[in-house]
T-cell receptor, first 111, second 113 residues
Framework: ELKVEQNPLFLSMQEGKNYTIYCNYSTTSDRLYWYRQDPGKSLESLFVLLSNGAVKQEGRLMASLDTKARLSTLHITAAVHDLSATYFCAVEMNRDDKIIFGKGTRLHILP | NAGVTQTPKFRVLKTGQSMTLLCAQDMNHEYMYWYRQDPGMGLRLIHYSVGEGTTAKGEVPDGYNVSRLKKQNFLLGLESAAPSQTSVYFC????????????FGPGTRLTVT
């Protein structure tokens, strides 16, 4: 059974700092997704990582995937208050197309 | 394009009542998913479909049924609602090939009393 673990689950950080959210998963997968959710809203797709070594960047966010280590990271550079949200990673199982989510990381960026 | 829409947006049910949640997408996606979101639990997959006429169980399928009679629609049914099914339900759709991106609907907030 696929398990997806994110850490930390809560993160409070100062504006201008850098930080990384980690997403570990338990079985073989070649596809990993990152989403953002604002309070009371739906999920917004940030990145889709489709192969080992994939790296994608959008603004202050950069995501990477290491399928051998079963690890993805979401790196935040010079955080700004607008990035405050909950971030989810989700992993697609190779053999049956299920997409399983982590519990999310609630990010609070202090001005 | 409307993207992914969900009907209704809110609903209150009494224990034992039944209802159907409708998800519709206009992006010609093959894959569709139903999730529930509870505080501290992330999103949990209820059922999913990889094409018209197909459905499969996710992580938490008990108490729910689904149907995908048309490619653009994915229905989630609760035959006998229980308070444990109080949650926010999200539908998502996605393609394969050129893009694997998943698009989420706005959600349905369901309360079972």
């Amino acid at each position: 059974e696929l398990k997806v673990e994110q850490n930390p689950l809560f993160l409070s950080m100062q504006e201008g700092k850098n930080y990384t959210i980690y997403c570990n998963y338990s079985t073989t997968s070649d596809r990993l997704y990152w989403y953002r959710q604002d309070p009371g809203k739906s999920l917004e797709s940030l990145f889709v990582l489709l192969s080992n070594g994939a790296v994608k960047q959008e603004g202050r966010l950069m995501a990477s995937l290491d399928t051998k280590a079963r690890l993805s990271t979401l790196h935040i550079t010079a955080a700004v208050h607008d990035l405050s949200a909950t971030y989810f990673c989700a992993v697609e199982m190779n053999r049956d197309d299920k997409i399983i989510f982590g519990k999310g990381t609630r990010l609070h960026i202090l001005p | 394009n409307a993207g992914v829409t969900q009907t209704p947006k809110f609903r209150v049910l009494k224990t034992g009542q039944s209802m159907t949640l409708l998800c519709a997408q206009d992006m010609n996606h093959e894959y569709m998913y139903w999730y529930r979101q509870d505080p501290g639990m992330g999103l949990r997959l209820i059922h999913y479909s990889v094409g018209e006429g197909t459905t499969a169980k996710g992580e938490v399928p008990d108490g729910y049924n689904v149907s995908r009679l048309k490619k653009q629609n994915f229905l989630l049914g609760l035959e006998s609602a229980a308070p444990s099914q109080t949650s926010v339900y999200f539908c998502a759709s996605g393609g394969r090939g050129l893009s694997y991106e998943q698009y989420f609907g706005p959600g349905t907030r369901l309360t079972v009393t």
